[in-house]
């Protein structure tokens, strides 16, 4: 009889069935139950228990039996022997290929491999399997070669090296030029654009995302409706792009556009990349409470998406965008953001949030400025610097003068730790912004003088009005008595 251990099946024989979990090898090596196999065997020979008394472990059946013993034993050598499982696959495709029949375990057996070898750092044993599977993509069903290709991709993704991982991109859109399916194509060149975002290639990302636009529109050149995700996903890339290059006026003819799909859309990680660069080009316009908002999506949606990372690095600019439009309510103070409240870097942010809200700027620079914080690590945190120094100084200045009608430049340099020329060019921007009325800045003296007690005057007015009313009292009666 043919090898019949435990489980195996027999070309006659045996009575025993066999489970073979043609599993998917994820990126981290390991298997996933995904897809089993069941074989059951009779006691007198061939499948099912039908006891016809054929010789069927002859000929064509018993390469077919060899193929699904070999197909099961590389996926158990797969934890235990990656190289050795990678000759057994081999195997299985050579057996088909020589029947020339059904090529189910081929493709199944190539998909392996590829992960195999990328695992093991063969790249050149990779791409070569990599295409002897995409050669089979029309012997195989729409949803087996769409998952096949997808799991290929998101193996190798976390690869370092862009070459390569742009080759096996380049090989892909090859092989399915005359694809079935149009979103594949089209996730397939995603794919590609986020690459050429990753490494810098901003002509090529600009040509392949006018591709990726024109395969959304209709005959006549307007966005299809009906494509909205797509759309989506393309505008997302093409904001990316223009977040880059600092391309700020083309954000703002996307904006309007993006704004009439974000209804139609619900995957959180497209929606979380567009409100988090709607939200830092509001902050180059300094439109603090739009950013807020646009920040606080991309907070929320980053943590629907599961994407950690990028929602703690949403949840920073939130803070800082809401010290920068002055505002009273405490994000951290939400359901969501609780979740973070032990991160050290987001620990940090709130820390100075409070100070900027206690006016306690000695503990706000010495917050800003501890390295183990990672705040200014951050370029996009470290771009708006200056004015987030200024507004939290502008509130300092204005409720250090309140009760005075004069105080020395000096002074108020000491208070804030700045120098006299900073402290009088700030000054300046307050008298012009109208947050101090009626001040001078007196540059022979070195004084900013207010013209009287700030914050005292409604008070004397109403003293005053008050008194000339109980002057008329006063008046009144002694006529009464007279």
């Known amino acids: 009889g043919k090898r019949g251990g435990r489980g195996r099946r ?3 024989g045996g009575g025993r069935q066999r489970r073979c979990a043609a599993g998917r090898l994820s990126a981290s090596g390991s298997m996933s139950d995904s897809d089993e196999y069941s074989y059951e065997y009779s006691e007198s020979g061939g499948e099912g228990g039908g006891g016809s008394g054929e010789e069927s472990g002859s000929g064509e059946d018993d390469v077919q039996v060899q193929i699904e013993n070999t197909f099961c034993d590389a996926e158990e050598e797969e934890s235990k022997n990656p190289a050795k499982a990678v000759e057994m696959y081999d195997t299985v495709v050579r057996l088909e290929r020589e029947r020339d029949g059904d090529y189910d375990y081929s493709f199944k057996s190539l998909k392996q491999t590829v992960a195999l070898t990328f695992q093991l750092g063969d790249y050149e044993g990779m791409t070569r399997r990599y295409e002897d599977m995409l050669g089979l993509v029309d012997k195989v069903t729409s949803n087996e070669c769409t998952d096949g290709i997808n799991f290929v991709l998101d193996t190798v993704a976390t690869c370092s090296d862009v070459s390569m991982l742009g080759r096996m991109y380049e090989i892909t859109l090859t092989a399915l030029q005359s694809a079935r399916s149009e979103r594949l194509l089209f996730s397939i060149n995603v794919r590609k654009a986020k690459l050429h975002l990753k490494a810098g290639e901003y002509s090529q990302l600009a040509t392949l995302i006018r591709g990726l636009h024109r395969s959304c529109q209709l005959p006549d050149g ?29 954000m703002k003819e996307i904006y309007p556009k993006v ?4 209804s139609a859309i619900a995957d959180p990680r497209i929606m979380g990349i ?4 709607f939200g830092k080009m509001h902050m180059a316009e300094q439109r603090y409470t739009d950013a807020h908002n646009e920040f606080f999506d991309a907070f929320k949606n980053y943590q629907e998406a599961g994407r950690q990372a990028s929602a703690r690095t949403a949840l920073r600019y939130l803070l800082l965008a809401n010290m920068l439009a002055k505002m009273e309510v405490n994000p951290m103070d939400s359901r969501e953001a609780k979740v973070y409240k032990d991160d050290k870097e987001i620990m940090a942010m709130e820390q100075l949030r409070m100070a900027y809200t206690r006016n306690d700027i000695a503990r706000f620079e010495v917050i800003l400025r501890d390295k183990s914080n990672h705040i200014l690590d951050d370029p996009f945190i ?3 610097l200056a004015d987030l120094l200024a507004t939290v100084r502008s509130v300092a200045v204005t409720k250090i003068v309140a009760p005075y009608t004069s ?5 108020l340099a000491r208070e804030l730790s700045v120098t006299v020329p900073e402290v009088e060019q700030l000054c300046v921007k307050l008298i012009l912004d109208g947050q101090l009325p009626g001040a001078t800045i007196d540059q022979l003296d070195g004084c900013l003088q207010l013209g009287g007690a700030r ?6 007015e109403a003293l005053a009005k008050w008194t000339e009313k109980l002057e008329g009292v006063r008046v009144g009666l002694e006529t009464r008595l007279a």
């Open 455 to 460: 914050g005292g005057s409604s008070t004397y």
């Open 407 to 411: 105080v020395r430049l000096a002074f």
């Open 10 to 12: 027999r070309a006659r």
């Open 222 to 250: 307007t966005d299809d409706p009906s494509k909205s995700t797509n759309l989506m996903e393309m505008y997302a890339l093409e904001i990316q792009l223009c977040e880059a290059q600092g391309n700020r006026a083309r």
């Open 274 to 277: 567009v409100h988090e660069s």
């Open 382 to 384: 470290h771009t708006h």
């Open 259 to 262: 704004r009439l799909l974000i």
